[in-house]
């Protein structure tokens, strides 16, 4: 069965009248990997936010299905005990509420709503420490609240660390490379490849080639202005890389 | 001019003029209006045990190793207490209203001298069983001696129909320290009206925090004057409010001598159509330079209908100190929500972790962990679990 199916998607703002996505088809399979990229402001969050079910958005056309059923009817966190997870662009900071308690709290609401046991504190403590220990993420980070005091760079590792621990089935990656230095791009890689897997897709938005060099996707699209102007496989991110999107952006008027 | 008004079942029934609107300190919480019944004073009510421990099972703390000493409709409970009581003389001659009548109508409370370091928390439960509508007076003397340090909790739980008056008179000597926390748990049917009244000596560290969350009209006056220099006071609080819960605190810090500091923060929760007003008053006499006197007061309305009001007010008259007021007022981010939604929990779960989270602020000047962690507990359960309705 096909895991996504977003089918001639079109979404504007509730408040706004100009459409964002404008006729948006994309399929992603068990097992895929379907990078974006394209210039900013084509609607690439945009698209990111509608599929996690962000409020604010208004879909006026088309549909998206999730695993043959109907995503856009689900509230964010059905969607997410689904499998969807949504690594954010801007990862949020939340004072007040730990790390390890939010991890353990949405772990166990995800299980509870898929019909299967809660996890004991030892488990999920072993479980966190070790997925912790594989992203470089420090017990100090994990003690703190919610990505507050977080650099730019830990942010977006402790939101691969979130996906590592709820395992889902469908992971959004957006811009997760950029702030990262160097070594932690490649750690961060590692911990995304380590989750490939023949049930597991995965979008992959970014600006930058170097990305799709560790995580090697099966699919390149183009999105520009709110549509999906041409896909290809890993070599079409070499050719953007090199020529930019001066082509889509004429043409995708 | 008030004394034109006829006086209302309530006022007949307690043979005192209650507060209105027309009094500064009570334009909020007008209880001529807001008290709708009777409530005599002074009634002996006979509680059976079995809904004694019930109640005293429903303490926020009742898993936390404490020495408990009970008082069951205003009046002493040997049998479920470990602690004996005492006698300290009160002092405290306050002129407020609820204090006039907490003078006339109160049938008994804790006296107690404490001595040393005590380590185990006191407990202090105060219970209203359920009967027909009545006033229940407790006066509470506390002295810490110079040099002593102890951990005082003050629970007040009930049910039924009743109005709780208490008066705490705490006088704190030099050197020394003390924690206290109160919850009011009261009766979702009960008035509460409370004075604190704290004396605080030279070089002493105060640590004060009250919940307030139990009653449908809640009162409670706080004065705290320092007499001795470098004394440290940190006043904190929490409300979480639902329904048509109504909660007004008014707070005046009297740094009579230089060198002293002072810190309130009270974080309010509102839901549905309740309304918390938070009242704090900072005064710097003369000569008491090098004050350092702060508040704050931050609100989460969780409805368009809830409501908040906040009065801050410095009177200075000292040149060389350090003092401010900030209060805000606000919902719940939304972001906050939809990220945890995001992550699969539930809006419901999303909302009372970040409710938690938003009154956790206040409970950082508790040191004992146990207690810190059972306020957190049931700040987290609140919204889902605890919250009064209708
Ligand atoms: N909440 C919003 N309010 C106003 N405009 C919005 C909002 N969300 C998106 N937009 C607009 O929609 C368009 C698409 O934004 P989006 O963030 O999806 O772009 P993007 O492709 O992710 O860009 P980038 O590469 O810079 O991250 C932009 O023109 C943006 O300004
Ligand atoms: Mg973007």
Redesign the pocket.
Same mark, same amino acid.
């Given at each position: 069965m096909t895991l996504l199916n977003i089918d001639n998607l079109h979404v504007k $703002?509730e408040d706004?009248d100009?459409d @964002?996505i404008r006729g948006l088809s994309l399929t992603v399979n068990p097992g895929e990997v379907h990078a974006i990229m #394209?210039?900013? #402001? /084509?609607?690439? /969050?945009? $698209? /990111?936010?509608v599929l996690a079910g962000r409020e #604010?958005y208004e879909v006026t056309e088309g549909s998206v299905t999730f695993k043959g059923e109907d995503l856009l009817e689900m509230s964010p966190d059905e969607r997410a005990a689904k499998g969807v997870f949504l690594a954010f662009?801007y990862p949020i900071e939340i004072p007040g509420v730990a790390t390890m308690q939010f991890l353990k709290v949405a772990l166990n609401a995800q299980r509870k709503a898929r019909g299967e046991k809660e996890l004991s504190t030892p488990d999920f403590m072993r479980l966190v420490k070790d997925r912790a220990a594989k992203l470089n993420v420090s017990q100090d980070m994990l003690k703190r609240p919610v990505n507050v005091g977080f650099s730019g760079g830990e942010k977006k590792r402790a939101e691969i660390l979130q996906m590592a621990v709820l395992e889902p089935s469908l992971c959004i990656l957006?811009?997760t490379d950029s702030g990262l230095d160097i070594d932690a791009l490649r750690v961060v890689a590692d911990g995304v490849n380590a989750l490939r897997s023949p049930d597991r897709g995965m979008i992959v @938005?970014t600006?930058y080639q170097r990305l799709l060099d560790y995580i090697v996707p099966d699919f390149v699209h183009v $999105?520009s202005k709110?549509r999906i102007v041409k896909s290809g496989d890993k070599s079409l991110a070499l050719e953007l890389e090199e020529k930019g999107y001066a082509e889509f952006t004429q043409d995708a008027a | 001019m008030s004394t034109a008004l006829a006086r209302t079942a309530a006022e007949e029934a307690l043979g005192f003029q209650l507060p209105n609107r027309r009094m500064e300190d009570w334009r909020w919480t007008d209880l001529r209006q807001l008290i709708d019944k009777p409530y005599p004073p002074r009634q002996k009510v006979v509680a059976k045990s079995a809904d004694v421990d019930r109640l005293l099972a429903s303490s926020l703390f009742s898993g936390v190793a404490a020495t408990r000493m009970v008082f069951v409709n205003g009046e002493y409970d040997a049998t479920h207490s470990k602690q004996a009581n005492g006698w300290v003389e009160s002092t405290a001659a306050l002129d407020d209203p609820v204090n006039l009548m907490n003078v006339a109508f109160a049938t008994d409370g804790a006296r107690l001298r404490i001595e040393g370091n005590v380590d185990t928390p006191i407990e202090l439960v105060f219970i209203s069983t359920d009967a027909a509508p009545r006033t229940v007076a407790t006066r509470n003397v506390i002295e810490i001696a110079d040099d002593a340090s102890a951990t005082i909790i003050e629970t007040h739980v009930g049910e039924g129909s009743y109005l709780a008056n208490s008066v705490m008179e705490i006088r704190i000597g030099h050197n020394a320290r003390l924690d206290r926390i109160k919850v009011e748990l009261e009766s979702h049917d009960a008035v509460h009206l409370a004075h604190a009244h704290v004396i605080v000596g030279q070089n002493v560290t105060f640590r004060d925090f009250t919940l307030t969350t139990g009653a449908k009209l809640n009162r409670q006056n706080g004065t705290f004057r320092f007499i001795g220099e470098f004394a440290d006071a940190k006043i904190s609080g929490a409300y979480l409010l639902a329904g048509k819960q109504h909660a007004d605190t008014a707070l005046v810090v009297d740094h009579e001598v230089p060198n002293c500091a002072s810190r309130e923060l009270f974080k309010c929760v509102m839901d549905d159509h309740a309304r918390g007003i938070f009242q704090g008053k900072v005064i710097v006499r003369p000569g008491a330079q090098k004050t350092d006197g702060k508040q704050s007061s931050h609100a989460l309305l969780l409805t368009e209908t809830a409501e908040f009001d906040a009065k801050p007010e410095l009177e200075i008259y000292a040149d060389d100190v350090a003092c401010g007021h900030g209060a805000t007022s606000g919902d719940l981010n939304h972001d906050h929500v939809f990220y945890l939604k995001s992550r699969g929990i539930p809006e419901a779960e999303a909302k009372a972790l970040l409710i938690a989270a938003f009154v956790g602020e206040a409970f950082d000047t508790v040191h004992h962990d146990g207690i810190r962690e059972a306020l957190a507990v049931f700040a987290e359960r609140w919204l889902t679990e605890h919250r009064r309705k209708g």
């Open positions: $703002l706004e100009r @964002i #394209g210039p900013n #402001g /084509s609607g690439k /969050s945009t $698209l /990111s936010y #604010g662009q957006d811009e @938005i600006h $999105l709110g | -």
